[in-house]
């Protein structure tokens, strides 16, 4: 089962595919990135501004995933990929509420 990270701070989604130990780093494209395992086995993928499209279905045919982890990236993120924006600010936008 896949878990989800997303870094409000960083405006940064981190979606781990397995516990295995992180070995490198691949750039699918500037803000997509498949952390990989001494093998190339995809250990996580990482969006940075997740609510703009990102290239899951090229990420899933670069790197071999599990069926299970595939079919759960498909329904989280139907294609085109991205993250609904928040339907409030994040936490670390100050937020002023008019006096009653």
Do not use: C
């Amino acid at each position: 089962m896949i878990e989800l990270k997303w870094d409000t701070e960083a405006d940064a989604l981190y979606i781990a595919l397995t516990t295995a130990e992180w070995d490198h780093t691949d750039e699918v494209e500037d803000g997509t990135y498949v952390y990989l395992d001494a093998h190339d086995n995809p250990i996580g993928i990482e969006i940075h501004h997740p609510e703009r499209p990102w290239p899951l279905e090229q990420v899933l045919n670069r790197y071999s995933t599990s069926e299970q982890a595939a079919r759960e990236l498909r329904v989280y993120f139907p294609q085109p990929a991205l993250l609904p924006p928040a339907a409030h600010p994040p936490a670390s936008v100050p937020v002023t509420v008019p006096a009653a």
